[in-house]
């Protein structure tokens, strides 16, 4: 017997809460049709001060109340699912803003082997969502779909069936309202299967609980966060390429404004800032993959990801570092031998400064590289030991297994 138990996070829902109570427990017949049996509606009050638990009493052992002091969006969800008794579990908000009527048809697709099932208010149902909201969650979902490296259309659904069972690997996750982002984020990099489907969305009636602001920021700042415990060179390698990128450019301007005769000399100081630029963009990539082996020695799991593409495709570049920064070094050497053979730092030049900062920079960049290969070597092998050690003592237990049925 399968059964969903819908957990509705509700504070000061006088309004709204009968009316969303009502429609998730007539979908119970459609909800037989897929094969769940059982149907368990849960309110959590999280702290209302207005009628909205009285309300929920009414409906006597049809819905069960849970009361609490305000925990937050996020807090009340959690609470609802350690109480829930059902195997599916599925959540939506108490101002009927999503449609339960699609819990049936998300219902089939769990069933059906996803993980999670995301009813997207963004992949093509009619939706009432203000402009600037859907601006907002067409550019979380793009991030997302960046750090990740697998295309999600809606990061911040309300409206969602999950796998009881998945809980031990998407938590923790906060009490705020970037709950959901933060579950999308940790449901992608543990690389659960996540189902989109399209829903309709109804804009609630009176002011929104969300601020565009300040949950904006705080959206941005769970996805970034989340994804740096699962995949640092996503994010470090993608800054430290913009950055690579920005001072190629810098350099190409300089070099087509001599060509084209556009520039009398050389602007040493952008030369220079090009530069910083390609030091600053090598440091944050071999930052990122020196924390990627530090996430994966800590998962005890091989999930690093590459910057451009999903497992399995990352381009482990790192294995080079350590010719490209003996490479780098004795260019630095051999450009600051070659100023002082031909006096390119006389101090009466006026650019005498810029060879030996050349020269610095490049030896500077050679040792980073150099050290980033070593500690991802060493990295490597712990991670290599600590396999090596679980798969023997496993291997033991079986062992020890068979001999006391032998014996």
Excluded at 118 to 141: D, K, L, Q, Y
Excluded at 360 to 375: E, H, K, M, R, Y
Aim: net charge neutral.
């Amino acid at each position: 017997m399968t059964t969903l138990s819908v957990v509705i996070p509700a504070y000061n829902e006088e309004d709204g809460i009968a009316a969303i109570v009502e429609r998730i427990l007539a979908i119970k017949p459609d909800l037989a049709k897929v094969g769940v049996d059982g149907l368990e509606c849960i309110v959590v009050d999280d702290g209302s001060q207005d009628r909205t638990a009285e309300i929920v009493q009414s409906y006597g052992e049809r819905v069960r109340l849970i009361r609490q002091q305000n925990k937050g969006y996020g807090g009340a969800l959690k609470t609802g699912f350690a109480a829930a008794q059902g195997e599916l579990l599925g959540f939506l908000d108490a101002d009927s803003t999503y449609p339960p009527e699609y819990f049936p048809k998300m219902c089939e697709i769990a069933l059906d082997g996803a993980d999670l099932v995301i009813g997207s208010r963004m992949a093509g149902a009619h939706s009432e969502m203000p402009i600037v909201r859907r601006i907002g969650n067409t550019i979380f979902a793009t991030m997302l779909s960046v750090v990740a490296g697998v295309r999600i259309s809606d990061s911040a659904s309300g409206q969602r069936i999950l796998r009881r069972s998945i809980l031990p690997r998407i938590y923790p996750l906060p009490n705020t309202l970037d709950f959901t982002p933060a579950m999308s984020t940790r449901a992608l990099h543990e690389n659960l299967k996540i189902v989109e489907t399209p829903i309709p969305y109804k804009e609630r009636s009176g002011r929104s609980k969300l601020h565009v602001v300040r949950d904006g920021l705080r959206f941005t700042k769970s996805i970034v966060w989340t994804a740096l415990t699962y995949n640092p060179v996503r994010i470090f390698g993608g800054v430290g390429l913009l950055t690579l990128i920005l001072a190629f450019l810098i350099l190409i301007g300089q070099l087509g404004g001599q060509l084209a005769g556009l520039l009398d000399q050389w602007s040493f100081p952008q030369l220079f800032g090009a530069l910083v630029l390609a030091v600053a963009g090598i440091t944050l990539y071999t930052t990122g993959t020196t924390f990627s082996y530090v996430v994966a020695l800590f998962h005890r799991d091989p999930i690093r990801q590459g910057l451009f593409g999903p497992r399995g495709n990352g381009r482990r570049i790192e294995g080079h570092y350590w010719w490209l920064g003996f490479l780098s070094i004795l260019i630095g050497v051999g450009v600051y031998v070659a100023a002082v053979i031909f006096n390119l730092t006389d101090p009466s030049l006026a650019a005498s400064w810029f060879a030996p900062v050349l020269s610095a920079l490049l030896v500077l960049t050679g040792v980073q590289l150099v050290s980033a290969w070593a500690l991802a070597r060493v990295l490597a092998e712990l991670s290599r030991r600590d396999s090596e050690k679980q798969a023997d003592l496993k291997w033991a237990e079986e062992v020890a297994a068979v001999a006391v049925q032998q014996a």
